[in-house]
């Protein structure tokens, strides 16, 4: 990496040393209303006379004088629309260059006079201010190219390096065609045209050829690529022996765009993946920037004053956005913002250019207000591509906080019921809030979320504090969105911050519980100790014997109510066991018959909120029934089963229309306790008398 850094900042240095070594007349030009070469300024004094005058022809020795224009200033040949104006621009160009080569130059004057123009190599200075950036631009998108490759050797690599060098050159040629001066040094001038489509030739084709094997390897991917390069190859050789002509050069640089876009456009369909998408916008994006640049230039060569200008102004905008949208590529699913910034800037300003130049060719628009509209409508795509290109593609507005929220606080209270599935509740939230494409568990440990493939998947940490269990240690998240985006390190940071959050409230649900616990012990203590004293001496002085049989059963009842509150789970089974006989007691008092149905297929295991809550409903539905309905027989089933809980109380008492009842204490009581435990409440008349009430939960108990 360090002898190809060497060799390419050498080699830059060498070929600014040799553009300043390349003959010029001190002097500067610019282009007339009707495409005529004016003297703007120079310090020699024979041509100071002459400043702001048109030339009409150019000599050395006793060679006849040759006519010229404004296209001695035209240095792009490649991006030239006319095929007869370029062949007349190509002979200024060598003649012009021949006789400054030979140290000797003679401008002709409308009037009839001469003046003998020295000519000297131009110097450091005299290449220009566009030259340097343009250069160092050149070197570091060299650099890129070659240390992808050099890092990691790959043969798909290979074609990210040919695109990268063949940028590089395009950025290269332009830093020096950008010196001012007259005409373009004579090496430079036979291929140019030959050059440069070459170079976009060879960039789209190996576009082509990588999109056909990745992301997802498409059918006939080899004969693709094959047709591609040998297309690319016919185009060049064409140009070089029978000229092809500047549309359909175009034309063909187009074409190996839409190809891109079909080729990229059926890898998404073999498999959604976000490279898929995201090259496939930015092949759309791409296309449509050039189409807007070569309508630009060819409107514009109908103005002979500012042809040579837009020309220049447009292809170096359209290539700066390409090695923009090379330098970026790399780093899509990394914080390289600036690198994302400078590819906008660039499209942006392609665009704005592109704009401006329409407007004042169709519309006839003065300079200021054309230029004033093209802002206006750049800014206004500045806006909608960093929605469609930052935003959509790397998901930066895709989660808002209220669905976080939501989302995260029902996570939260599912394992805050049941801590022993974080992993599992954990999984499913992450699976809400990114939908992936694909979820597998990974065998290794991850101490921290990351991302990896370069956004194709996200790795997570997945065992929670003190679960006891943990066969899952990490999970593996390939492609947010279905496929549609990349994974970022926002992503990351996020999924480290959820599953903090829900390991919090693990810890947080494991104290409160500790401390419900304590809570419980401290008053069923009291409760034996002091009432339980109390009813036993009552129920020794009860002067008849109903009365010390109701005192032995609020003992009983206390009994159980305390053991209830020492225990901090209860079984199915022995829960049930006591709910039966305790309402066959109560019934049993009032001469009310009891039909008790009870069906489960497991032994289950009742936290202690489950069994207050479901403790409580039955015998407020059943005190319901006795007091107020004054029935005299009521029937409870029990169902427990894998789809759901079931509790149901009729009765044959005089309660109707429960749609008008009002809900005071008690049945407002039941329907909180219903609702804690996430299930549903309802009455509705018996038939022929009575009311029955249902209340359904979602079976959420531990099997015993």
């Known amino acids: 990496m360090v002898l190809v850094a060497l060799a390419g900042c050498l080699g830059l240095f060498g070929v600014a040393h040799w553009l300043a070594g390349t003959p010029q007349p001190d002097a500067s030009w610019t282009a007339g209303p009707e495409g005529q070469l004016v003297l703007r300024a120079s310090p020699v004094p024979a041509l100071q006379p002459f400043v702001g005058q048109p030339v009409v022809a150019l000599s050395a020795g006793q060679a006849p004088p040759m006519p010229v224009d404004a296209l001695l200033l035209h240095h792009a040949l490649r991006w030239q629309p006319g095929d007869a104006v370029r062949e007349r621009q190509l002979a200024q160009h060598t003649q012009v260059a021949a006789w400054m080569t030979a140290g000797e130059l003679r401008v002709h004057w409308a009037d009839g006079r001469t003046v003998d123009l020295p000519v000297q190599p131009r110097g450091v200075g005299g290449l220009g201010v566009l030259f340097w950036p343009l250069a160092g631009l050149a070197l570091l998108l060299y650099l890129f190219g070659l240390v992808v490759v ?36 004579l090496a430079l001038l036979p291929l140019e045209p ?47 022996f029978v000229p092809l002509g500047w549309w359909l050069a175009q034309g063909f640089i187009l074409a190996l765009g839409l190809v891109c876009v079909a080729v990229v456009d059926q890898s998404h369909r073999l498999e959604p993946n976000p490279y898929a998408v995201v090259m496939r916008r930015l092949g759309l994006i791409a296309t449509g920037t050039l189409v807007l640049v070569t309508a630009a230039v060819a409107i514009a060569a109908r103005l002979p004053g500012v042809s040579h200008t837009v020309a220049v102004g ?14 970026w590529t790399p780093f899509l699913a990394r914080s390289r913002r600036w690198l994302r910034e400078f590819a906008l800037l660039a499209g942006i300003s392609t665009v704005a250019a592109s704009v401006d130049l329409l407007f004042v060719a169709v519309f006839s628009l003065g300079p200021f207000t054309s230029l004033a509209v093209a802002v206006f409508v750049a800014l206004a795509i ?77 790795e997570v940490r997945l065992d929670g504090p003190d679960t006891g269990t943990a066969p899952v240690q990490a999970l593996a998240l390939r492609f947010a969105q279905r496929g549609q985006r990349l994974f970022t390190q926002e992503d990351a940071r996020l999924a480290d911050r959820v599953g903090d959050l829900l390991r919090r409230a693990v810890a947080y649900d494991q104290a409160v519980e500790r401390g419900r616990h304590e809570e ?44 209830g509150l020492a225990a901090s789970e209860h079984r199915l089974s022995h829960a049930v066991a006591e709910w039966k006989a305790d309402l066959a007691q109560r019934l049993g008092t009032t001469q009310v018959i009891l039909a008790w149905h009870c069906s489960y297929e497991h032994d289950l295991v009742l936290s ?18 006795l007091f107020h309905g004054c029935a005299t027989r009521i029937e409870v089933q029990l169902q427990f089963d894998s789809a759901g809980w079931l509790l149901r109380v009729a009765d044959d008492g005089q309660g109707r229309e429960p749609q008008t009842w009002s809900h005071g204490l008690g049945l407002g009581g039941v329907r909180k306790r219903v609702k804690l435990l996430g299930g549903s409440v309802q009455w509705l008349e018996n038939q022929p008398m009575g009311i ?8 959420a108990a531990q099997p015993a």
């Open 314 to 327: 447009a292809a170096m905008s359209w290539y700066l956005f390409m090695a923009s949208l090379l330098l």
């Open 608 to 625: 202690m909120v489950q069994w207050s809550a479901l403790t409580r409903v039955l015998r407020e539905l059943v005190s319901n029934a």
């Open 382 to 458: 500045y806006a909608g591509a960093r929605e469609l290109i930052l935003d959509r593609m790397l998901g930066r507005s895709r989660l808002t906080t209220e669905r976080i929220f939501e989302q995260l606080y029902k996570a939260a209270r599912d394992v805050q019921a049941e801590p022993l599935r974080y992993p599992e509740l954990l999984a499913r939230l992450l699976g809400e809030l990114f939908e992936p494409l694909e979820m597998r568990p990974l065998p290794q440990a991850a101490h921290r979320a990351r991302v990896v493939g370069a956004g194709a998947a996200l």
């Open 150 to 185: 050099l890092a990691r050797p790959r043969w798909h690599k290979l074609l990210y390096t040919t695109m990268a060098l063949c940028q590089a050159a395009n950025l290269l040629l332009f830093a020096l065609e950008s010196a001012p001066g007259l005409g373009l040094p």
């Open 194 to 240: 030959t050059w440069r489509l070459a170079l976009d030739a060879a960039t789209g084709a190996a576009i082509v050829h990588a999109l056909a094997f990745r992301p997802r390897r498409i059918a006939q991917a080899q004969r693709v690529a094959v047709a591609a390069w040998l297309a690319a190859a016919g185009a060049v050789l064409a140009l070089g």
């Open 692 to 699: 029955v009430c249902e209340a359904r939960f979602p079976g």
């Open 520 to 563: 419980r012990l401290r008053i069923a203590q009291d409760l034996h100790d002091d009432i339980g004293a109390r009813l036993l001496t009552l129920m020794y002085q009860a002067r008849t014997t109903e009365m010390e049989d109701y005192i032995r059963h609020t003992l009983q009842d206390l009994k159980t109510l305390t053991r």
